[in-house]
């Protein structure tokens, strides 16, 4: 009787196996696949971004170098390294930094065109919103340096983030008023000071501006 019963359990488990075998060896076939790109794709990560930090590390030893020695900055070399990390380790974190950093670093040299070009790389590739958010202000102002005043706008066109509705309000308060739109501008500054916190040291600035243009 045992014997008839191991027999009957090892025929079943034949038919159980020819039917959905094949399956199943697909299945664990897959699984084992996805297992192992998920983790070749993580060592990949970590090796762009190990060496995205070191480029970023040399690019502050350059960007700190006029402060440390009073000498000029060497723009080119400065420019090779940020290339470098945009191109190859766009999607480190450090990309977005470096594109911030330069931005300033160019600003401080007088380049407005490579200002301008850290500054809509950022916009475009940037991973977090926080960075394209300060990047589309900061562009904002050298366009308004600049005068061209319609081009400022549309930067600032798009409901930003709560954190940078004043800051966003108070530079289009800025453009507007210097396009003569007084009362647009007006509008724009009664929107940042609503959106200042109130102990913000830039709030009393702006309600001088306001108050200049009669409230």
């Known amino acids: 009787m045992s014997d008839h019963l191991e027999q009957e359990t090892l025929d079943h488990l034949k038919a159980w196996w020819m039917r959905w075998g094949k399956l199943c060896s697909?299945?664990?076939?897959?699984?084992?696949?996805?297992?192992?790109?998920?983790?070749?794709?993580?060592?990949?990560?970590?090796?762009?971004t190990a060496q995205a930090e070191k480029l970023y590390e040399q690019f502050q030893q350059l960007a700190d170098w006029p402060a440390q020695t009073g000498k000029k900055i060497?723009?080119?070399?400065?420019?090779?390294?940020?290339q470098?990390?945009?191109?190859?380790?766009?999607?480190?974190?450090?990309?977005?930094?470096?594109?911030?950093?330069?931005?300033k670093v160019f600003y401080q040299?007088?380049?407005?065109?490579?200002t301008k070009?850290?500054?809509?790389?950022?916009?475009?590739?940037?991973?977090d919103a926080e960075y394209q958010q300060l990047a589309k202000l900061r562009l904002a102002s050298v366009l308004f340096d600049e005068k061209a005043y319609d081009a400022a706008l549309k930067l600032l066109a798009k409901k930003p983030l709560e954190a940078f509705r004043a800051l966003y309000a108070d530079r289009r308060g800025?453009?507007?008023?210097?396009?003569?739109?007084?009362?647009?501008?007006?509008?724009?500054?009664?929107?940042?000071?609503?959106?200042?916190s109130p102990?913000?040291?830039?709030?009393?600035?702006?309600?001088?501006?306001?108050?200049?243009?009669?409230g």
């Open 26 to 48: 697909w299945g664990l076939a897959a699984v084992l696949l996805s297992v192992t790109s998920w983790n070749s794709w993580n060592h990949w990560q970590r090796r762009q």
């Open 74 to 82: 060497d723009q080119a070399q400065v420019l090779h390294i940020v």
């Open 84 to 103: 470098q990390i945009e191109s190859k380790f766009a999607r480190t974190p450090y990309a977005q930094m470096t594109a911030l950093a330069a931005a």
């Open 109 to 114: 040299a007088a380049d407005r065109e490579q």
């Open 117 to 127: 070009a850290q500054l809509k790389w950022a916009i475009q590739h940037a991973s």
């Open 174 to 196: 800025d453009i507007l008023a210097a396009q003569q739109k007084l009362d647009e501008a007006r509008q724009s500054y009664r929107k940042a000071l609503q959106a200042f």
């Open 199 to 214: 102990g913000d040291p830039l709030l009393r600035m702006t309600k001088f501006k306001l108050d200049a243009l009669g």
